[in-house]
């Protein structure tokens, strides 16, 4: 298959593409139902396709030899979900390593979850979320980003359930968590179900390689900061952590500010910032090195 071609119900590499080094396949078909590649030779793969929660799409990737990867996988509906949290995108992509950390690569392969909370989702059967993302894991990655739309709701369960997964927990060096919400957002109702398990603030789990930390989008709220302490105490070899606050609080941030700050006293070996974005142009990168503040313009 050439550069824009493929897209059938099976996307197939075979083995009589020994040799095969690069394949490309861009498919617009609504919904791809299995993806079946033995490639030992290939080097490059970019794989974009979509299917829906009607669909368990079927996932077998052979290729020991990948040197690059951009694997988007697009869901026309939301699909498998934990609690009210639905996958709308996976992505797996080689990015060149500007920012994810000093001591990784030049290049790096990123995991992105896309997840949405909406208690409205209706499934014909509860597909495991773990057991999705796990067949999108066609090779090797080091940095995970969370993009979560919160709609409002506490994202720390959530989160913890997909960090605590073992091809994640062992694997990341990286983890960036993307905060989307807006002002609009309604509290959550009593007993809301994105709590669930409530036991989440005082869990540990073992974060062994993660030494960079960054989070955007961060509103000051009290299940934000305990997320932020169980990062902490999960990941024993953390040397960064970066907090950029939303634009929704930067106008009021200097209490939010100090309480991040006093998080961050709690830890003096790691290299913590907060972000303050001022303007378009202009950011405030607040820096706590250990127990001093320091003020950087970025
Ligand atoms: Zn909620």
Known sequence: MGPGGGGADLISALPEDLLLQELHVDTRIPFTYRIDIRAPALKRLAMSFSTSDKIIVLVSVLAPMLE??????TYSTVSARFGLWGLSEVRLQTEENNGHGGQLPPHVNVLSLFVAADDSYEFPEEVSLTTEIEKHMVTHFSVLELRIET?????GAFALHILEMDQISTAIQSLKVILLSSEDDEACPQNCPCEEPSN?????????NLEKVEIKGFQGEGHEFDFLKLVFRCAPMLKTMSVRLSDEVTASNDDCCKKIHDVFKMYPFVECNVI???SPEMSIVMVLCFGNVFALEE
């Open 200 to 208: 989440w603030r005082s869990q540990t789990i073992s974060l062994t």
């Open 276 to 278: 303050v974005d001022l």
């Open 151 to 155: 709609w409002g709701h506490v994202f």
């Open 68 to 73: 690059t990867v951009s694997w988007r996988c």
